[in-house]
């Protein structure tokens, strides 16, 4: 019994930011994500790393140490740890300690902390600004809704830019080296098409010029279709959209937040939010 009440307790703490504890200790933790990932960011530069190397390596060993004991401790206090492995947060979790211990038999594979700055969307919950995690997930919904059509539109895409690039081959190859071949004309249009425009490739001839400034005008109209698709899902998803919650309580059976504010169970799979009441 003592032992539910001192996981419940850890559980309170490291997982929800209701209470004055929970919340210092989830500030806490993203100050030391930040630290790390600006450690990181300032090592990857010769200079600094060599002045600064052995500061460098004390403090990512040091926040790796603290990171894999809370990591553990989620664990621990989770019902079903596999779950929260499994899940967004736990996953990313796991992946922004490992590359250290990596780097005992990887060289160079320590710069893959970077990805610690995902855990930095804990801020959201922890300050309850639900409204950014709402509009976060409207536009995942949209996106997801939407992946038949952009589908089918990039595989129209491609197509495009395939004959494209033979027409440019035909036109160009031969007497311009650019284009030497009809995967590099298809390069051609693929930078072209979408206007970024590297200028390491250019058409010589007046035909090759003139289809050149036909490709770049039916890129600005491409690049709006997709646009348009996304915005189309977004609008109807804003009609059927849920009433916002700002609860941070985490489910300690399978992890799952987002509950309302009288909820005794979780939603997601029935077990009691807070035993102890």
């Not at 939407?146 to 027409?167: D, P, Q, Y």
Request: net charge positive; glycine share 6%; aromatic share 12%.
């Amino acid at each position: 019994m003592p032992d539910r009440r001192l996981r419940n307790r850890i559980h309170e703490i490291i997982f929800e930011a209701d209470t004055p504890t929970g919340k210092f200790f989830d500030i806490a933790l993203l100050i030391l994500i930040g630290v790390s990932v600006i450690a990181v960011m300032l090592e990857s530069s010769e200079e600094w790393n060599q002045r600064y190397h052995t500061l460098f390596f004390y403090t990512e060993w040091f926040l790796t140490i603290v990171f894999t004991i809370e990591y553990a401790l989620r664990l621990y206090v989770t019902v079903r740890p596999l779950k929260y492995a499994l899940s967004f947060y736990g996953i990313v979790d796991i992946m922004a300690i490992l590359p250290s211990y990596l780097s005992l038999l990887i060289p160079n594979s320590q710069y893959f902390l970077i990805i610690r700055v995902l855990r930095l969307m804990r801020i959201f919950r922890i300050f309850k600004l639900g409204q950014y995690l709402n509009e976060g997930d409207q536009l995942r919904r949209s996106l997801a809704d939407s992946r038949n059509k952009i589908a089918v539109f990039l595989f129209a895409v491609t197509m495009l830019v395939t004959i494209i690039g033979a027409v440019m081959y035909l036109i160009e190859g031969g007497s311009n080296d650019g284009f030497s071949s009809i995967p590099r004309a298809v390069y051609w249009a693929i930078v072209t098409i979408t206007t970024v425009g590297y200028g390491d490739i250019t058409p010589q001839t007046q035909i090759g010029q003139f289809l050149s400034a036909v490709v770049m005008i039916i890129g600005y109209a491409i690049i709006a279709v997709p646009t348009g698709i996304v915005t189309s899902e977004m609008m109807r998803g804003e009609r059927r959209r849920k009433p916002l919650r700002n609860n941070t309580q985490v489910c300690r059976f399978c992890a799952k937040e987002g509950h309302d504010d009288d909820a005794v169970y979780c939603k997601y799979c029935g077990g009691r939010l807070n035993p102890e009441q």
